[in-house]
């Protein structure tokens, strides 16, 4: 299976091979413009950047699927604060299906200053003292006291994602 991944993150790129490692995927690297701002502000956001991603990268390496994910922010009117969010699409170029990933909430000294316009990854970095923690851990990884890390997140949106492509309850149509 070749898999066309709109993004150069190497930890998009190993939570790809992670969570299609049964599959034996060959994934390529396509570096593709999200379509939305760095700092997605909102679920929709967030998915309408993976969707981006997922068909653009399938444009530019026919492949067989073409996968988009994407970190974003937001807030649910049922629970109170700013959290992280994850979404992916995977597209075959007929069908898109997208899923969700775990949401975490972040402190408030972080989401007030993305609140005054930085974006999480260079907040990250400055909170923990790293550089490029995006490509690491990530804020999931910090935030989950290493429970979760990014790639394991975005994994869990991407299999959720995927599946659909894999299991025979999608074909049938409801009447």
Known sequence: MHVAVGSTNPV?????EETLERF??????????SG???QPWSVAETITGAENRA?????????????????????FEETPGLYLIMWAAVTDGERL??????????PDHIANRLEDGQELGPVMDDVCNTNAIAETTGAAGVLSADLL?????????LAC???PFQVDHYAYQLE
């Not at 998009?12 to 790809?16: P, R, Y």
């Not at 068909?55 to 807030?75: I, S, W």
């Not at 890390?149 to 949106?157: E, F, H, I, Y």
């Open 149 to 157: 890390d990014r790639a394991g997140a975005l994994g869990d949106a």
């Open 36 to 38: 939305i701002p760095e």
């Open 55 to 75: 068909r653009r990268a399938l444009t530019a390496d026919p492949a067989d699927y073409g996968v988009g994910l994407e970190g974003g922010v937001a807030r």
């Open 97 to 106: 299906e997208r899923g969700g990933g775990p949401s975490i909430r972040l």
């Open 161 to 163: 994602a995927f599946g």
């Open 24 to 33: 034996d995927p060959t994934v390529t690297a396509v570096a593709v413009d």
């Open 12 to 16: 998009k790129l190993e939570a790809v």
